[in-house]
């Protein structure tokens, strides 16, 4: 069997679980269809020979299509304030009979909430609780750590759930050891940084970031300390995606987002992003006293 028949046959395969994701991703049929589509597209252009899962590599592939879908849905679409919250979910022009078929089988209402959700949010709950993707494989994805995946998908079980989003009762002292960090990078106090940080700390910066600071992902506490040491003097607290982070911003346009992943009074991840496009799709808002 040549090459090209063995994938095409490999693709078929998977496409019904790969049409599965994209609608539990995007709520959407004719959506779906485009994601699985280019995905396609995308294998039939990649040399697959190094690739031992093609099933995981496709579901990574079509997760990273849709989170770029709902990304750029996100910053183009403002819907009128009288339109139904579940207005976008399904395209019952498109195939009312399929349309009515698959979102009977995922349940209209867990669409309806997931539509609430925040790209990353979404994107991290579906891959994890809906299909079992581990958090280390769902993180680069959509460019975080791990534990700050797990967070992500954690806050979106809570309101798929309809847990109230209660006030973080911890949330003065995670603003204590935040707020610390920034005084110790800011005053070059090693002693300080490591203080605040958990031994096994991770520091991702997407690639942009990276270049900013001439610094790829490290782990450990000594590491990560040496690396912040007399950093951050144009740094602002801020909330950012709903944890607690540090902003930069240069004439009034945000340039770097740093987010804390905090646990145990320890801070266990550092999360840079300074890539444009992934700024735009972030919410923040800065902590002034």
């Not at 910053?75 to 139904?84: D, G, S």
């Not at 579940?86 to 995922?106: C, K, L, Q, T, Y």
Request: proline share 4%.
């Amino acid at each position: 069997m040549d090459e090209k028949k063995w994938l095409t046959e490999e693709f078929e395969a998977n496409r019904a679980h790969l049409r599965a994701a994209a609608y539990r991703m995007l709520g959407s049929g004719s959506e779906a269809e485009d994601a699985v589509q280019e995905a396609w597209l995308r294998l039939s252009r990649t040399d697959t020979t190094g690739v031992g899962n093609l099933g995981g590599w496709l579901t990574t592939v079509v997760a990273r299509i849709c989170l770029d879908m709902l990304r750029a849905r996100k910053t183009r679409r403002e819907e009128p304030l009288e339109a139904p919250v579940h207005a976008g979910i399904a395209d019952p022009a498109n195939d009312p009979e399929r349309e009515a078929a698959f979102a009977d089988s995922v349940g209209l209402a867990l669409l309806v909430v997931l539509q609430t959700l925040a790209p990353a949010e979404r994107v991290a709950f579906v891959l994890h609780d809906m299909f079992d993707l581990p958090f280390d494989e769902i993180a680069p994805i959509i460019g975080r750590s791990s534990a700050a995946t797990r967070q992500l998908a954690s806050r979106a079980r809570r309101r798929v759930q309809g847990v109230d989003e209660a006030p973080d009762v911890d949330f003065g002292r995670k603003r204590t050891i935040a707020e610390a960090f920034l005084t110790a990078s800011r005053n070059g106090d090693l002693e300080g940084l490591i203080a605040v940080l958990a031994p096994d700390v991770v520091f991702r910066p997407d690639a942009t970031a990276a270049r900013f600071g001439t610094i790829g992902e490290m782990r450990g506490a000594a590491h990560v300390a040496e690396a912040f040491k007399g950093r951050a003097q144009a740094a602002e607290i801020a909330i950012v995606d709903g944890e607690l982070g540090f902003v930069v911003e240069i004439k009034g346009q945000l340039r770097v987002v740093v987010a804390l992943t905090i646990a145990d009074g320890r801070i266990a991840a550092i999360d840079a992003i300074a890539d444009p496009d992934h700024l735009e799709q972030l919410d923040y808002s800065i902590l002034r006293n």
